[in-house]
C-alpha cells in the first residue's frame, strides 16, 4: 500500500522568503507524484506532477519539485513567495501501471505568508 | 474549456437523510473519481467509475454508492448520513487512454461541502 508524509503541518514565511514543503512517500512500486494547492473553500488545482524523466519538475506559480528516488522525497520549492500564495498544499501519489487507479494524499501543509 | 463542474456547492442534511452528489467530467474526459476530505484532513479515495462502472474502490461503507453516465457525468449517492460524513466531496475527471501515464493526472473540481445535522 501506498502512503504520503508531509513533514511539516504548518509553515509560517515571510514574504519575498524562500519556502521549502516536504513530502516523503512509501510505496512497494514506481509511483507517479504531485503537488496540490487548496485555497480556502475551494477544490484542488494541480501545482505539478512527476510521471518520468527530469527529476525536477516545474510547475505553476514558480513552483518546483525535485524527485528522489533513493530518499522517497518530492519537496516542493519556492525561491521568493507571495502573499497570494497563502493556501494548504498537498502532495499525492499514485502507482505506476496495474489496476491502482487511486490518489494518495497526505495530510497537507498550510502555508501561510505574512507581510 | 470547462473544466470539472459539481453541484450543489453547498448542502444541509439531518441525520439518517440520504443525498446524491453530482459532477460533470472535464471536457475529453472519461474517467471520474470521488474523494472525501473531512476538515484539516487530505482528501481520501472513495471510488472511481470508468465506462459506466466502479472500477476501483476505497475504504468507505455501502453506504457509498454511485452511477457513472452515458456523458461520463456522474453521482455520488450517500444513505443513511451520519454525522460524520460532513466533509467536502471532490470530484476529479481523467483521461484513460493517455500515454506514459498522464491518465493517473486527476483534476479536481470545486467540491460539495455536506453538513449533517
Known amino acids: 500500500a501506498q502512503s504520503v508524509t508531509q513533514l511539516d503541518s504548518q509553515v509560517p514565511v515571510f514574504e519575498e522568503a524562500p519556502v521549502e514543503l516536504r513530502c516523503n512517500y512509501s510505496s512497494s512500486v514506481s509511483v507517479y507524484l504531485f503537488w496540490y494547492v487548496q485555497y480556502p473553500n475551494q477544490g484542488l488545482q494541480l501545482l505539478l506532477k512527476?510521471?518520468?524523466?527530469?527529476?525536477l519538475v516545474k510547475g505553476i506559480n514558480g513552483f518546483e519539485a525535485e524527485f528522489n528516488k533513493s530518499q522517497t522525497s518530492f519537496h516542493l520549492r519556492k525561491p521568493s513567495v507571495h502573499i497570494s500564495d497563502t493556501a494548504e498544499y498537498f502532495c499525492a501519489v499514485s502507482e505506476y501501471g496495474g489496476s491502482n487507479y487511486k490518489l494518495t494524499f497526505g495530510k497537507g501543509t498550510l502555508l501561510t505568508v505574512n507581510p | 474549456d470547462a473544466g470539472v463542474t459539481q453541484s450543489p456547492t453547498h448542502l444541509i442534511k439531518t441525520r439518517g437523510q440520504q443525498v446524491t452528489l453530482r459532477c460533470s467530467p472535464k471536457s475529453g474526459h472519461d474517467t471520474v473519481s470521488w474523494y472525501q476530505q473531512a476538515l484539516g484532513q487530505g482528501p481520501q479515495f472513495i471510488f472511481q467509475y470508468y465506462e459506466e462502472e466502479e472500477r476501483q474502490r476505497g475504504n468507505f461503507p455501502d453506504r457509498f454508492s454511485g452511477h457513472q453516465f452515458p456523458n461520463y457525468s456522474s453521482e455520488l449517492n450517500v444513505n443513511a448520513l451520519l454525522l460524520g460524513d460532513s466533509a467536502l466531496y471532490l470530484c476529479?475527471?481523467?483521461?484513460?487512454?493517455?500515454?506514459?501515464?498522464?491518465?493517473?493526472?486527476?483534476?479536481f473540481g470545486p467540491g460539495t461541502r455536506l453538513l449533517v445535522l
Open positions: 512527476y510521471l518520468s524523466g527530469s527529476t
Open positions: 476529479a475527471s481523467s483521461w484513460d487512454r493517455e500515454t506514459l501515464g498522464m491518465g493517473k493526472t486527476q483534476y
